[in-house]
């Protein structure tokens, strides 16, 4: 690796870059590293503990085999005819086999009657035992080196990435053969857990680069909290309580036994909720507060003793992040249409997956595992094929909003962009008044979206101006806000052209899940956007019945189906630059 120092910018060169922190980032730069290739890492905080599975525990969707047909039914059916039998399929075995190389790796999962349960794991140390292997693999991690925008070759395809150095106070630029975008999705800065860090800045990245996303309006999940202090979302122990209202009166909110994930939100359009967590029995307690302890935490601080005091509880949103919406993924290796950009992990859509459903838990564990090494070992074979001379390309930043004005150097006129010097914490604010409250984006319709695509159609007029870079935090702050901001168009636009509702996306001016509405949106755009339908194909869902095909491993074996991306497309409808309107498709 080509490494040039100076006090104002690093320089590297490598194979494969990978973009991102977390647990996909840390498989991708693993199974780079294990075909051959050099490796760097960039990420926005320290690689190891930011991230939203660093800051707890979580489960895996790793069933043993005997159980496969049964949990690949399951999430199928949990995607409401949106999902993918064969991806489903994949994420399962793949996950599964990798397990044990984390055990290898020094991760102590528990044992029954002498065997490993790998059911789930302690974000923290999970995330250390990641981080130490790849440093024992070589790769070179960057921490606190958040990654801004991708440079491109003059063919198109991407040829690494530029950033800033908080610690150090400078730029950096990376080289590199092949890119994976694992930096997560986006939350909005909700104060979700560990999701400080997952601004959407790998969608905005994918975009400009010449990518495409795919399900953003899946974008909108929430997460249940305590209200005093709204930032651990862990719901499993809410499954044992009791609401009511203010003044006491029982809420309800189960449906045979199970809670209703539409009860909270509802009710808390209407006012205060209440929540005593009276249900659990004494196993339940041992067994959730030992596998989620940390949702235990703010009870303790407090004093409060969660099985007889009633506390109040709200929602956060969390967005992509256990949501669906992501970076489009065009083929086994999570490939995106630009050549060598390759994308996993939440940063990714995970339409295959869930459909429109949330992931959030142990699905989103084993997809940030599994399309890690895919994307890893993409990029690793993308970067050999262009042979020993790939980082002596011409190449140019593809990065604008946030970064540098359109104005530079123009005198504005009427009808363009300001040429003055953006507020980025004041863009930030609104686009959170437009996204967090839930009579925005839960409950949507026709109306208020197009209300909330005018505010944030204003919002991306006045990032087109000057960004303020008198410190490296200048620089990442404004590139941030253009992240957000964007994400929140793309959503919103993609929300207002699904007429229906299905799973987590509710429009109350189309109640009801349309059966011929089987079809993926595809969207992009910067400052006009647009949307594209990626009707489903029965080959698409899988040409078998439920079942792993007896003993043929989708690992070691090539099946006849046509990758998820073969499909009827419509051409896609653009809004206007000014003025979001509804387009019939």
């Known amino acids: 690796m080509l490494t040039v120092h100076s006090e104002n910018e690093l320089q590297l060169t490598t194979d494969v870059l990978v973009i991102g922190g977390g647990p996909a980032a840390a498989w991708a730069g693993w199974a780079a590293a294990s075909q051959g290739v050099k490796v760097i890492i960039v990420d926005k905080g320290f690689l190891?503990?930011?991230?939203?599975?660093?800051?707890?525990?979580?489960?895996?969707?790793a069933p043993s085999p005997e159980n496969w047909d049964k949990v690949l039914s399951e999430r199928y059916r949990a995607g409401k005819n949106l999902a993918n039998l064969r991806w489903i399929e994949r994420v399962i075995e793949k996950t599964w086999l990798s397990l044990p190389l984390v055990e290898s790796w020094g991760y102590g999962f528990p044992k029954e009657d002498g065997e490993s349960v790998r059911q789930s794991y302690y974000g923290p140390e999970y995330m250390r035992v990641l981080r130490k292997n790849l440093l024992?693999?070589?790769?070179?991690?960057?921490?606190?080196?958040?990654?801004?925008?991708?440079?491109?070759?003059?063919?198109?395809?991407?040829?690494?990435?530029?950033?800033?150095q908080r610690q150090h106070h400078r730029t950096y630029t990376v080289r590199a053969g092949a890119v994976v975008l694992a930096n997560g999705g986006c939350a909005f800065l909700s104060k979700a857990l560990g999701c400080n860090t997952n601004t959407g800045d790998g969608l905005l990245m994918a975009?400009?680069?010449?990518?495409?996303?795919?399900?953003?309006?899946?974008?909108?999940?929430?997460?249940?909290?305590?209200?005093?202090?709204?930032?651990?979302?862990r719901g499993v122990p809410f499954g044992w309580a009791s609401y009511t209202d203010e003044a006491g009166n029982d809420l309800g909110g189960y449906i045979n036994g199970r809670r209703d994930p539409s009860f909270l939100p509802n009710a808390l359009m209407k006012g205060p909720v209440y929540a005593r967590l009276d249900r659990a029995t004494p196993e339940v307690k041992a067994v959730v507060?030992?596998?989620?302890?940390?949702?235990?935490?703010?009870?303790?601080?407090?004093?409060?003793?969660?099985?007889?005091?009633?506390?109040?509880?709200t929602l956060v949103l969390e967005g992509t992040v256990r949501g669906t919406g992501g970076i489009r993924i065009v083929n086994d290796n999570c490939a995106t249409k630009v050549p060598g950009l390759y994308a996993a992990g939440d940063?990714?859509?995970?339409?295959?997956?869930?459909?429109?459903?949330?992931?959030?838990?142990?699905?989103?564990?084993a997809w940030a595992i599994s399309t890690g090494q895919w994307a890893g070992v993409?990029?690793?074979?993308?970067?050999?094929?262009?042979?020993?001379?790939?980082?002596?390309?011409?190449?140019?930043?593809?990065?604008?909003?946030?970064?540098?004005?359109?104005?530079?150097?123009?005198?504005?006129?009427?009808?363009?962009?300001?040429s003055e010097t953006f507020d980025s914490e004041a863009i930030v604010h609104g686009v959170q008044a437009e996204m967090l409250p839930l009579e925005k984006n839960y409950l949507r319709s026709e109306q208020g979206l197009l209300?909330?695509?005018?505010?944030?159609?204003?919002?991306?007029?006045?990032?087109?101006?000057?960004?303020?870079?008198?410190?490296?935090?200048?620089?990442?702050?404004?590139?941030?806000?253009?992240?957000?901001?964007?994400?929140?168009?793309?959503?919103?636009?993609?929300?207002?052209?699904?007429?229906?509702?299905?799973?987590?996306?509710?429009?109350?001016?189309?109640?009801?899940?349309?059966?011929?509405?089987?079809?993926?949106?595809?969207?992009?755009?910067?400052?006009?956007?647009?949307?594209?339908?990626?009707?489903?194909?029965?080959?698409?869902?899988?040409?078998?019945?439920?079942?792993?095909?007896?003993?043929?491993?989708?690992?070691?074996?090539?099946?006849?189906?046509?990758?998820?991306?073969?499909?009827?497309?419509?051409?896609?409808?653009?809004?206007?630059?000014?003025?979001?309107?509804?387009?019939?498709?």
């Open 48 to 61: 190891g503990t930011s991230g939203a599975a660093a800051a707890s525990g979580n489960g895996i969707m």
């Open 136 to 164: 024992r693999v070589g790769v070179q991690i960057l921490d606190q080196s958040p990654a801004l925008e991708l440079l491109l070759a003059d063919d198109g395809s991407v040829a690494g990435a530029k950033g800033v």
């Open 207 to 233: 975009v400009e680069a010449g990518g495409e996303l795919s399900s953003m309006e899946a974008s909108n999940h929430y997460a249940i909290s305590t209200a005093f202090n709204a930032t651990v979302t």
């Open 289 to 313: 507060e030992k596998s989620h302890f940390i949702a235990f935490l703010p009870y303790t601080k407090a004093g409060i003793d969660p099985y007889t005091e009633r506390v109040p509880v």
């Open 347 to 365: 940063a990714a859509s995970r339409e295959f997956l869930a459909g429109l459903a949330s992931g959030g838990g142990g699905p989103n564990a």
């Open 378 to 418: 993409g990029a690793a074979d993308f970067a050999k094929s262009l042979g020993a001379h790939a980082n002596e390309r011409v190449a140019r930043p593809a990065g604008q909003v946030g970064l540098r004005s359109p104005m530079a150097g123009r005198s504005p006129s009427p009808s363009s962009p300001t």
């Open 451 to 585: 209300d909330s695509l005018a505010k944030l159609e204003t919002l991306w007029q006045q990032l087109q101006g000057n960004p303020k870079q008198d410190t490296v935090r200048d620089v990442e702050f404004s590139r941030r806000a253009a992240a957000l901001t964007a994400v929140a168009r793309w959503a919103y636009f993609s929300a207002l052209h699904r007429t229906e509702t299905r799973s987590e996306h509710i429009r109350v001016d189309y109640p009801e899940t349309d059966p011929n509405q089987r079809y993926y949106q595809a969207t992009g755009g910067l400052d006009k956007l647009w949307v594209r339908r990626d009707w489903i194909t029965d080959a698409m869902s899988g040409d078998k019945p439920f079942g792993f095909g007896g003993s043929q491993s989708t690992e070691t074996a090539k099946t006849a189906t046509p990758s998820p991306q073969s499909v009827y497309a419509t051409p896609p409808v653009q809004t206007t630059q000014t003025t979001p309107s509804v387009s019939k498709l």
